[in-house]
């Protein structure tokens, strides 16, 4: 067995109303200048616990405009922000996008690196500012990975950094703060957790030691989206939902996820369609993919089937994909591969029932878009490369073209 590194942050917390464990915390740190950066709707939802800290004599100030899929001159106009303000710490309470800049900016305040210069793994030089991490949607799982992403100008491309020095010091699940989020986005970000625990279970990195947080993953979010996207106010679909999502974002660091992902960044990169609407879109015609799947209960890969790629070139991850279906909830067939088409099945399924369309036109993406997306998926071959099937530009092409 290969050796494998798990990295998570010093301390999580998980609970309804563990903001306020936040807030006791973050007072016996003996850190005074606290930047705060969040989005417009979480404000009313975490204000009577920030202005505690003003309460106590601590200075917080308020970033709160950040974008859904942030650019590296976003980020650079906060990271100014947090130094004109003389920030000791940072905090990210919002969704991925918010996490991602809150890593990014307590990395950056005290370097002279410049961000465009760590695309990629391992380039951060040192640990920067403390931080912290409350998630409010469930979730891309930013929280505890070493992970965090920003739209690169230069080639409309999503790009990603990861780096040990992305770990936040503290993470604080509190499912109270995703339970005004709308059904759509409950159901993107439900998808997006749901996306990064098939993937790390099912890539050639896979390792028992985070097996056991994506399978519990999946048996959580599969069981649960639904009812909270129906019923934002169901507690218990609420809290599984932050727990699978947590669970996903621990399968981060050590395996990553697949190729699900970097046929979505496109997507985000030049139709800046939401992270977690372009994952779920992909997801089941990937998975499709990886299995070599005949069935035609969707439109084929491009009419191409198992049958037609060669021995050498079959998927080698049919049990797993069995196990991801049996995850679900699904009845096992007689063969993995019977199993494995069920499990894609469940996924089309529930994909459609909240509310995920199914072809890209409906994002607004037209055909002629695919060339280019196929171009632009095979620059992020650090994820492709951890697909239990190769991936070609063809096989993009291929995958995109399902979707219409």
Known sequence: MKPITL????????????????????????????????????????EE??????????????YSSIKAEPTVADFKEVLGLARSFGADSVVGIGGGSVLDVAKLVAAFYGSSQQVEDCFGTGFIKKKGLWFACLPTTAGTGSEVSPNAILLDERDHL???IVSPFLIADAAYVDPKLTWTVPAKVTADTGMDA?????EAYTNK??????????LQGIRLIAAHLERAVRDGRDVEAREALAFGSLYGGLCLGPVNTAAVHALSYPLGGEFHIP??????????????FNIGSSECHH??????????VGKDNMPAAVQRYADVAIACGITAGHTDEETAQRGVDFIYR???????????TALGIPQTAVDGMAKAAMQVQRLLKNNPREVTEQDARDIYNSLY
């Open 7 to 46: 990295l998570q942050p010093q301390k999580i917390v998980f609970g309804t109303g563990c903001i306020e464990t936040f807030v006791e915390d973050y007072k016996k740190l003996g850190l005074r200048h606290l930047f705060v950066i969040t989005a417009p709707p979480i404000m009313p939802l975490i």
């Open 49 to 62: 616990s920030m202005n505690q800290l003003s309460k106590a004599g601590l200075g917080w100030t308020v």
């Open 158 to 160: 999503k790009k990603g």
């Open 194 to 198: 749901l996306t990064h625990c098939i």
């Open 205 to 214: 990195f896979a390792h028992p030691s985070v097996d056991i947080y994506a």
């Open 275 to 288: 992270h977690g609407l372009s994952n779920a879109i992909l997801l089941p015609s990937v998975m499709k």
């Open 299 to 308: 439109a084929g890969i491009n009419g191409r089937v198992a049958s037609d």
């Open 350 to 360: 529930l994909a459609e029932a909240v509310g995920i369309p199914d072809k890209l």
